[in-house]
């Protein structure tokens, strides 16, 4: 740590490093506060987070009651202990709540003054945060299982072509006219919206090595898809599936990366929501595995922790990279916060418990020299 303050004061490192080294040792060192809770809203379980881009201080929670939390991360009161307080919600009573579960909420890219839902009531809703009264409805004749705004674009459309329900769509963060979706017909697919056919790729998980003919038998999973998500920079797309899988692709091309994350265990009938780190040295993928969270390095597979605390499934998790937080919804309907361990300081001379108090990945990042006695 003293090195790279020291290289940057001087000039001779890069600032950003810092910045991803400091970041990337935060995720690694992830646990469950135990300072901090988030009220408990919902009465069933917790199907959706988003948290704003913008001050990344409020946090929006669908749940399968139909109802729609708005809360406040920022510890206003300055305690070491405290919780995570409800702002307002969209409860039963309200008479725009939605009728079924809620399947995906998310806040405006670009100002906290809006948000958006969709539900299995076959409705998407834009919400006026200031007065929590829908400003717009759609009426889909299908269940909507997923929605997203583009973090880039300046206008969006709607997109169609599985044969089966759409689990999940995202926008690429890195080109607007680029859309992923995933479906229950083992299908993931690129779009292009730009183009007069649309479909730009379907994805094939033998690279076209069993399906050279026809495009419309490639196949991403021997299951459902039910899950995706862009790497922060949009270089790659992450899809999981009821094949207990969870795989790479390049999104430039539709290439499988062949990157084995081993058994990623999915029994979700429906979309599941997982996320991604931003801003590290290697970036992170943080996948609902079961009652837990499994924490896996994106580019190598190798699986870092299991993230233990949910009484129930987990099915969704949503990524704090201001200050590399992580929260997670249940079907325990609890919402819980993890945050980067603070360890304390041990004598110098106590080597043997030096070495048993740090988490061993910090140990080749942080030491400016192994060999200093």
């Known amino acids: ?15 950003l490093r810092l910045r991803r080294a400091e970041s990337t040792r935060r995720v690694l060192g992830l646990e469950l506060n135990k300072d901090r809770d988030v009220e408990r809203i919902h009465g069933s379980g917790v199907n959706t987070l988003d948290i704003e881009p913008v001050e990344g201080r409020y946090m ?13 991360l920022e510890n206003a009161s300055r ?8 702002v307002c919600s969209v409860g039963r009573n309200h008479p725009d709540v939605h009728k079924y579960s809620v399947e995906t909420v998310q806040w405006y890219p670009h100002d906290t003054g809006m948000f958006t839902s969709s ?47 759409i689990l999940a769509v995202s926008w690429s ?34 690279n076209g090595k069993k ?18 998500c862009f790497t922060s920079d949009g ?31 999915n029994d979700s009938r429906k979309g599941l929501k997982f ?8 970036e992170f993928v943080f996948v609902p595995y079961g009652s837990t969270i499994a924490v896996y390095t994106i580019y190598s597979g190798e699986q870092i922790t299991m993230l233990k605390g949910h009484y129930k499934s987990v099915d969704c998790c949503v990524f704090q990279s201001n200050f590399q937080e992580l929260y997670s919804g249940s079907r325990d309907c609890n919402i819980l916060a993890w945050v980067p361990s603070l360890y304390e300081s041990v004598p110098d001379n106590d080597e043997a418990t030096t070495k048993s108090q740090l988490n061993p990945a910090f140990e080749d990042a942080w030491s400016s020299s192994d060999e200093e006695g």
Request: hydrophobic content about 35%; aromatic content about 8%; charged content about 20%.
């Open 1 to 15: 740590m003293l090195g790279f303050l020291s290289a940057r004061q001087a000039g001779l490192e890069d600032p």
């Open 60 to 72: 929006l929670s669908g749940g399968s009651d139909g109802v729609i939390v708005l809360y406040d």
């Open 79 to 86: 305690q070491p202990y405290y919780t995570c307080k409800a």
């Open 119 to 165: 539900s299995f009531d076959k409705t998407l809703k834009v919400w006026d945060t200031n007065t929590l009264q829908t400003a717009d409805v759609f009426n889909f004749e299908e269940t909507v299982y997923s929605h997203h705004m583009s973090p880039v674009a300046t206008k969006h459309c709607l997109v169609a072509g599985h044969r089966q329900e």
């Open 173 to 206: 963060p890195r080109y607007e006219y680029i859309l992923a979706t995933a479906s229950a017909d083992s299908k993931a697919k690129l779009w292009d919206v730009r183009r007069a056919s649309g479909c730009l790729i379907t994805l094939d998980q033998h």
């Open 211 to 228: 399906s050279q003919a026809v495009e419309s038998a490639n196949t991403a999973h021997n299951g459902k898809v039910n899950g995706l």
């Open 235 to 265: 270089l790659h797309l992450l899809t999981v599936g009821t094949d207990n899988r969870m795989r790479l692709w390049n999104s430039s091309n539709g290439e499988n990366t062949l990157v084995n994350y081993g058994k990623v265990h």
């Open 275 to 282: 996320t991604v780190s931003c801003g590290c040295s290697t």
